[in-house]
């Protein structure tokens, strides 16, 4: 009995699962068949904030997104990952990093920014 309960909400999960398709700050999430979704950030990762209860620190310019972007200045073409492939874009502008981010890039490891 406890397996087959095991096996229902398994199977509920799944269907939650396949199911999502919502657009969060993030990006839009919609798994596709292998229960994987994609979404356009520069790795980041949830920490304790000091403004807020949560914040979102970046942790990697990796991203197929970031790789896209580098190099590229206000006015270059640049083709950003999209779903189902690719789609053309336009950078409009390039910002100065916010002066928390350039302490943290600045700070030596076991330091904080």
């Known amino acids: 009995m406890r397996f ?3 096996l229902n909400a398994a ?6 699962i396949k199911a999502t398709n919502i657009d969060t700050m993030v990006g839009h999430i919609q798994y596709n068949d292998k229960n994987f979704a994609e979404t356009m950030l520069t790795g980041g990762q949830w920490v304790k904030g000091k403004t807020w209860p949560l ?3 970046i942790i990697s310019n990796k991203t197929r997104l970031a790789l896209c972007l580098e ?4 006015g270059d073409p640049v083709m950003i990952p999209a779903h189902g492939g690719e789609e053309a874009a336009l ?5 100065p990093l916010d002066e ?3 302490a ?3 700070a030596q490891p076991g330091e904080s920014a």
């Open 91 to 95: 950078v409009e502008t390039v910002l």
């Open 104 to 106: 943290w890039i600045t």
């Open 55 to 57: 914040e979102l620190n």
């Open 4 to 6: 087959r309960a095991y």
């Open 100 to 102: 928390n981010i350039r």
């Open 71 to 74: 190099n590229k200045a206000a």
């Open 11 to 16: 199977e509920k999960i799944r269907q939650a």
